[in-house]
């Protein structure tokens, strides 16, 4: 089959969507079909070999974060362009609703189209203004995919129709393979994401660490991702700031690693998740998840039996519920052990033929289609000869 997967947001930035997409790709592939990405990518970017740049993305404020989006009348044309050089069997289309390429491939593609919708926002305004310019294109849609309940009734609300759910799919085995990092063992905390941005919940993680230590006095609190790292510990007691450790942007290999070394993985979000992808990844490499409560959290972690979940934004919980842990060693490993067992629905293995099913059924509807339409001219075709 012929694929292709048109990516929102810029490929030189790591993100959630951008992920999902190259590792969905990566399963394609292997699995023997012709896969194309159309993505916003600076021309320096070094791309795989199936990602073809629609050109520099612009940052924009979306959804509590910044989405580097592309959009325009240069942009349109080279969506045209791939289209009509990819003579794809099928289109899936990311965020059709975003400013940016899926809404314009959206516009122009023909024949059967997929799409994925990532976003929870149940007080999104701006998608409800929007909604009459976006109809049209959203009526071209053929299956709707949401990776969440959480995104799905985001969809229903604001935009009518629904979706199948189909959530974010994770490499299992790449994350249980991994070998633990001898330096990163030994009472540690784990937290990854982007430190400048509070909905990732740093902060959170950040006011909770002296109540941790006074309790546990030999924890470290291991970070990875970009930001200022001065900032980030610019609150807390000169003393405390040894306990941190910040790593920086790490591999796909050191973040897999970093989960099966630590003891507990943080995940202190405050909000504007609709699934929550960091989570399976930990409790695939074997990592004890400690997670607030938001909704999305709360579905991923089998509403509390597959990791532990805290009040959202509270540090104080937090902190309790980490000293708890860190203390009960008979419940950090009944932990890592129904996280192993529940994060086998999200393997690649499920995921994706989850995903083929819904290609081959937009794709045999657009094949019954054209054939009823033969046949109908055809009939029309013997009607004028006679």
């Known amino acids: 089959m012929r694929i292709g997967i048109v990516c929102p947001y810029s490929w030189d930035v790591p993100g959630g969507v951008q992920f999902h997409i190259r590792d969905l790709a990566a399963h394609l592939i292997r699995r023997g079909h012709q896969v194309s990405v159309l993505a916003p990518a600076d021309d320096e970017t070094p791309l795989p070999p199936y990602v073809v740049s629609a050109g520099r993305a612009v940052p924009v404020p979306y959804n509590g974060s910044v989405a580097r989006l592309n959009f325009g009348f ?218 607030s409560d938001l909704d999305a959290f709360a579905q991923v972690l089998d509403g509390g039996a597959a990791g532990e979940l805290f009040a959202n934004e509270d540090a104080d919980a937090l902190a309790e519920a980490a000293v708890r842990l860190l203390g009960n060693q008979e419940r950090l490993a009944e932990l890592r052990e129904r996280g192993s067992r529940h994060v086998r629905r999200f393997d690649w293995s499920t995921v994706g033929a989850d995903i083929l099913a819904v290609y081959e059924t937009v794709t045999d509807g657009a094949a019954s289609v054209a054939t009823d339409e033969r046949a109908r001219l055809w009939a029309r075709l013997g009607r004028a000869r006679d």
Not at 132 to 156: H, N
């Open 74 to 291: 240069l942009s349109a044309a080279r969506v045209r362009r791939w289209l009509h050089d990819g003579a794809f069997d099928v289109i899936h289309i990311h965020e059709p609703t975003s400013p940016s390429l899926g809404l314009l491939a959206c516009w122009a593609a023909q024949g059967p189209i997929v799409a994925t919708f990532h976003t929870s926002n149940p007080r999104s305004r701006a998608m409800i203004a929007a909604y009459p310019i976006l109809q049209p294109a959203l009526e071209k849609i053929s299956a709707r995919i949401a990776v969440s309940e959480y995104a799905r009734r985001t969809l229903v609300e604001h935009l009518g129709g629904d979706a199948v759910v189909i959530p974010n799919g994770v490499d299992v085995g790449f994350f249980a393979d991994a070998e633990p990092k001898q330096e990163w063992q030994g009472e540690t905390i784990g937290f990854i994401g982007r430190i400048d941005e509070p909905r990732k919940g740093l902060p959170v993680l950040m006011r909770a660490l002296p109540k941790i230590l006074e309790a546990r006095p030999g924890v470290r609190l291991l970070v990875a991702g970009r930001g200022d790292e001065k900032e980030a510990v610019a609150d807390l007691p000169g003393p405390l700031r040894d306990h941190v450790e910040f790593l920086g942007m790490v591999s796909d290999e050191d973040k897999a690693r970093l989960l099966r070394s630590v003891d507990v993985y943080v995940a202190p979000n405050t909000g504007g998740e609709s699934f929550g992808i960091i989570l399976v990844e930990a409790m695939s490499a074997g990592a004890a998840v400690l997670a």
